[in-house]
T-cell receptor, first 116, second 115 residues
Framework: KAGVTQTPRYLIKTRGQQVTLSCSPI?????VSWYQQTPGQGLQFLFE???????NKGNFPGRFSGRQFSNSRSEMNVSTLELGDSALYLC???????????????FGAGSRLTVL | AQSVTQLGSHVSVSEGALVLLRCNYS??????LFWYVQYPNQGLQLLLK??????LVKGINGFEAEFKKSETSFHLTKPSAHMSDAAEYFC?????????????FGTGTRLQVTL
């Protein structure tokens, strides 16, 4: 069974540009979540999508957005990039959304974004 | 608001020694607790989780953790460290009423294993 696939793995952008990251969940998983990992702030929740609907959103500015397609694949977009957006962006998928202890997140390897 | 505190950003042990990584949580409701491991240039891999029931939880690679409500702790242990255990370890919490997808992570503990 294929794991969570994130593309691209590495990318470099300049300030002011925008970027789109892609995440393909494990087959059969309908929930996709995104996290940002930085040395200073650690792992922070960005948002979660389930059945093409955003169910939860973290405390990030509106420059950060996402969407989910009917096949459960998800994309996140960051517009008007700032230096502080340099981070590892991790996508995780799970079978369900909602408060179930059996609902374990499986993470992808991440997309490492560098903003110059 | 829930939170977790990991004591010690770096822990160094000798190969074969006991591994103890500390995690304390704060939650107004009974929590779900998780330990994840991250190897260099990789994502997070689940080691173990506590939801309800048995307070001693066994995970992969010989790791286990004990949920102690009275101490609000969920420390991770392994009896004998191996070189391959060198990685960063994250404790995380979510609450029973919310989505398990929204985890609050600790700041991580980097485990170094020496010969």
């Amino acid at each position: 069974k294929a794991g969570v696939t994130q593309t691209p793995r590495y990318l470099i952008k300049t300030r002011g540009q925008q970027v789109t990251l892609s995440c393909s969940p494990i087959s059969g998983h309908r929930s996709v979540s995104w996290y940002q990992q930085t040395p200073g702030q650690g792992l922070q929740f960005l948002f979660e999508y389930f059945s093409e609907t955003q169910r939860n959103k973290g405390n990030f500015p509106g420059r950060f957005s996402g969407r989910q397609f009917s096949n459960s694949r998800s994309e996140m977009n960051v517009s008007t990039l700032e230096l502080g957006d340099s981070a590892l962006y991790l996508c995780a998928s799970s079978q369900l959304a909602g408060g179930s202890g059996a609902n374990v997140l499986t993470f992808g390897a991440g997309s490492r974004l560098t903003v110059l | 608001a829930q939170s977790v505190t990991q004591l010690g950003s770096h822990v160094s042990v000798s190969e074969g020694a006991l591994v103890l990584l500390r995690c304390n949580y704060s939650s107004s409701v009974p929590p779900y607790l998780f330990w994840y491991v991250q190897y260099p240039n990789q994502g997070l891999q689940l080691l173990l989780k506590y939801t309800t029931g048995a307070t001693l939880v066994k995970g992969i690679n010989g790791f286990e953790a004990e949920f102690k409500k009275s101490e609000t702790s969920f420390h991770l242990t392994k009896p004998s460290a191996h070189m391959s255990d060198a990685a960063e370890y994250f404790c995380a919490v979510s609450d029973l009423t919310g989505t398990a997808s929204k985890l609050t992570f600790g700041t991580g503990t980097r485990l170094q294993v020496t010969l």
